[in-house]
């Protein structure tokens, strides 16, 4: 409200919702340090710079908020950083992090969970590639970089290069989320081997004395 008001409030208040932040972000450590799996996913990692892209963002936030901050063309342009590092970077981060927790699990249930006991049923983590998420994740990161420099500066084709890095990312994105819906037409249910058949009490002692005997011959 004070944002839209230019309201000379909108300062201190920004602080405000710095501390909040910085409140949320100490929450999420204490989680971190206090689970059992060390090692982290890749969904984790998307959700986890999201929530690390929030620093940034905020003190930016800050010095756009100071009331005496004189109108040039590079604060104008820190501004349109400001709302693609947001929205962009932060919200599109986030999504993506929790689709890849939420999509597969979904997907398993529907597709293999009545499946259980009655074949060999795929885990999990194999619905997906781990390495389209690391190279997503790379160019999306190296995406929002290659954006954000030339936007500050004003370097439109800079920014558009940009871009086209982002687009890839979001490409790769899309075929791993294929990658895991295409369960729900193919499922890969394979047949559970057979038991062992186990001899009888009788059985087992005829198999023995055949043995002896033929020892003894």
Known sequence: ?????????????????????????????AILRARKRRALDWGLTYFLSAIALLLPVSLLGIVLAWPKLPV???????????????????????????LYKVVPFLVWYARYSKAIGRGKIPSLASLYSSGLQAV????????????????????EK???????VLLASTLVFVANMGRILSHLTHPRI?????????????EASGNLQNRVTQREA
Do not use: D
């Open 136 to 155: 997503s994740y790379w160019l999306f990161l190296s995406g929002l970089v290659l954006t954000t420099i030339p936007t500050a500066l004003g370097h």
């Open 1 to 29: 409200v004070s944002i839209l008001l230019s309201s000379p409030w909108k300062f201190p208040f920004s602080f405000v919702v710095l501390a909040g932040l910085t409140l949320h972000g100490l929450e999420v450590t």
């Open 158 to 164: 800079g920014v558009q290069a940009g871009c086209l």
């Open 190 to 202: 394979e047949p559970l081997a057979p038991a062992p058949v186990r001899e009888t009490p009788a």
């Open 72 to 98: 040039t063309m590079l604060t104008s342009q820190l501004e349109n950083v400001y709302g693609f590092l947001a929205f962009v970077g932060v919200v599109s981060f986030a999504i993506m992090g929790m």
